[in-house]
T-cell receptor, first 112, second 113 residues
Framework: GENVEQHPSTLSVQEGDSAVIKCTYSDSASNYFPWYKQELGKGPQLIID?????GEKKDQRIAVTLNKTAKHFSLHITETQPEDSAVYFCAAPSGGSYIPTFGRGTSLIVHP | DTAVSQTPKYLVTQMGNDKSIKCEQN?????MYWYKQDSKKFLKIMFSYNNKELIINETVPNRFSPKSPDKAHLNLHINSLELGDSAVYFC????????????FGPGTRLTVT
């Protein structure tokens, strides 16, 4: 199976609602968990990351939580805006490599 | 000021041809990467390279080869192009041990006909 699983593949919300994207990983040695946002026609851009010694991190309307015991981490976006529409990727090191493996992506659509 | 740039942005070519995609970063980073993104948006790492080590994803055909003339450049050469090579290819870079903080280029859309 995949080393980093991401759900859902598509998420549609109304402007102002919250959005949550979840990822699970398999390598218990993983110690950092970045999230990337990819807008249409552009390359992915790092938006937030969390280290393994932290349970939650916030940056304005986005937050990331980490549950090391369950090996899952989540991206939370509050008060969504149309410009949040993009594909979001989680990532985590896997297979003993220090290079992160990306999840399959979540297409977030925020309807005005 | 573009941090990571790629040329060309679009590349249309026929099966069997050999092509190259260029990547340059002006961030002073010591590690560069190539990724392939298929039509379903799946991002798959192909190579990572710094001045000490080339790591190749074992699933990448040996028709693909990275060439680094210097620290700021990592070009991708593809021989004998196949239809399945059609995808968007992204170059990225990072510094030191911050492998989770990668800066991506704008991508090159390769179409093989």
């Amino acid at each position: 199976g995949e080393n980093v699983e991401q759900h859902p593949s598509t998420l549609s919300v109304q402007e102002g609602d919250s959005a949550v994207i979840k990822c699970t990983y398999s390598d218990s040695a993983s110690n950092y968990f970045p999230w990337y946002k990819q807008e249409l026609g552009k390359g992915p851009q790092l938006i937030i990351d969390i280290r393994s010694n932290v349970g939650e991190k916030k940056d304005q309307r986005i937050a990331v939580t980490l549950n090391k015991t369950a090996k899952h981490f989540s991206l939370h976006i509050t008060e969504t805006q149309p410009e949040d529409s993009a594909v979001y990727f989680c990532a985590a090191p896997s297979g003993g490599s220090y290079i992160p493996t990306f999840g399959r992506g979540t297409s977030l659509i925020v309807h005005p | 000021d573009t941090a990571v740039s790629q040329t060309p942005k679009y590349l249309v070519t026929q099966m069997g041809n050999d092509k190259s995609i260029k990547c340059e970063q002006n961030l002073g980073h010591d590690t560069m990467y190539w990724y392939k993104q298929d039509s379903k948006k799946f991002l798959k790492i192909m190579f990572s390279y710094n001045n000490k080590e080339l790591i190749i994803n074992e699933t990448v055909p040996n028709r693909f080869s990275p060439k680094s003339p210097d620290k700021a450049h990592l070009n991708l050469h593809i021989n004998s192009l196949e239809l399945g090579d059609s995808a968007v290819y992204f170059c990225a870079s990072s510094q030191g041990g911050r492998y989770y903080e990668q800066y991506f280029g704008p991508g090159t859309r390769l179409t093989v006909t």
